[in-house]
């Protein structure tokens, strides 16, 4: 009522509503980089549906309220606000996760910059207006990527441009019924309304457009595979258990993120031979080739020449991934890489060395793979 006193509730609200809101959603995506798993995970999926729906719930309540009551203190519906925060960072934490295991770290930079834009959003955008834009942009965003990885995880068991543009489809269809319970709930009424319904669609073609354009660009990974294990190996085979192993050079203590060393010290290039091994995830029910592109860096015209590619296909279902590795003469020294690709040329992991001539023999090392 006007002229009433707020709550202590809102008073403290008022005074600390940046750091509680902050905290909130950042408490949401730790979480969830604790938690999640694999794509193909129903708990995580569970959850993960969940937040979708809740979401969901909390953006047409918080809509309904801004629209049909006064901006008293007292009626704040701070559980509300709290609870899309928390729902937004879990999304965030566990798909940056999901999308983090496959391709580049480029794309772990894109969901933290999601993050970082969540925050800054919520902070600049005050009026309920603005966080209507913001909030169902967010949300479609982030149900793009989920169905991305969802879909061809569980109802079309395959991957490639045309499982894309379905996936694409699908959150197209959700986002939709969406704005059909915004206008059931007269949330598009009035001419401020109208100009709402058309921002909103500018803002979801425009998600979608431009995560088409970084699908075809191959930026965007092609999840669900993820990449488990990959390294530069002077020799794999298979051991008497029918398991593989693999004799390398190990990595200095400072290359602490790679089991096999970026160098392959060999006596002489002649008759040398490098073996990429590869270990890449794929959800249980998924089968899709894969590739080994072999690359040598021409100093002389300054690019990246294929030399080999080699081809077999994985099956999904191993927690550790499915195994395999392919092998290259190495006709001269220098810079190479061995590329993990899919059958539409996207990048899964690389493993990149430089070929050395060492007059002193290497140390050697074995382990199982």
Request: aromatic fraction near 14%; hydrophobic fraction near 45%.
């Amino acid at each position: 009522m006007p002229g009433s006193t707020p709550s202590r509730t809102v008073q403290f609200w008022d005074r600390w509503e940046r750091h509680i809101s902050v905290g909130t959603m950042v408490l949401g995506f730790s979480f969830d980089l604790i938690i999640a798993k694999r794509p193909d995970s129903l708990y995580d999926n569970a959850l993960l549906l969940t937040y979708f729906v809740a979401s969901a719930v909390a953006i047409v309540l918080l809509n309904i309220r801004a629209r049909h009551s006064a901006d008293a203190p007292a009626e704040r519906p701070l559980a509300l606000l709290l609870m899309l925060q928390f729902c937004f960072g879990g999304l965030s934490g566990n798909l940056l996760i999901l999308y983090g295991k496959s391709g580049t770290p480029t794309v772990s930079l894109l969901f933290l910059l999601l993050l970082f834009g969540m925050l800054i959003g919520n902070e600049l955008l005050r009026d309920r207006y603005s966080q209507a834009r913001f909030n169902i942009g967010i949300y479609y965003l982030l149900l793009l990527t989920y169905c991305i990885i969802a879909v061809p995880t569980f109802i079309l068991h395959s991957i490639g441009p045309k499982v894309f543009l379905i996936s694409g489809s699908i959150s197209l269809a959700v986002i939709a019924l969406l704005f059909l319970i915004f206008r059931t709930a007269s949330l598009f009424r009035g001419d401020a309304g109208k100009r709402l319904r058309r921002e909103l669609g500018v803002i979801v073609i425009g998600i979608f457009i431009a995560f088409n354009g970084l699908y075809f660009l191959n930026i965007i990974p092609p999840v669900p595979l993820a990449l488990k294990d990959i390294g530069i190996y002077h020799y794999v085979g298979r051991d008497a258990t029918g398991g593989f192993f693999g004799q390398y050079e190990a990595a200095p203590w400072w290359e602490f993120w790679r089991a096999t060393s970026s160098t392959y010290s060999v006596t002489t290039l002649t008759g040398s031979t490098a073996f990429c091994f590869s270990s890449v995830f794929a959800p249980t029910g998924l089968t899709t080739p894969i590739h080994h592109r072999w690359e040598y860096y021409n100093p002389k015209t300054k690019k990246w020449e294929t030399t080999a590619t080699v081809s077999f296909p994985i099956t999904g279902g191993l927690a550790t991934g499915y195994r395999g590795f392919s092998q290259k003469a190495l006709p001269a020294a220098g810079k190479w890489r061995c590329e993990v690709e899919t059958a539409q040329n996207q990048l899964i992991g690389r493993a990149s060395f430089t070929a050395v001539g060492d007059s002193k023999r290497p140390i050697i090392l074995s382990r199982e793979l």
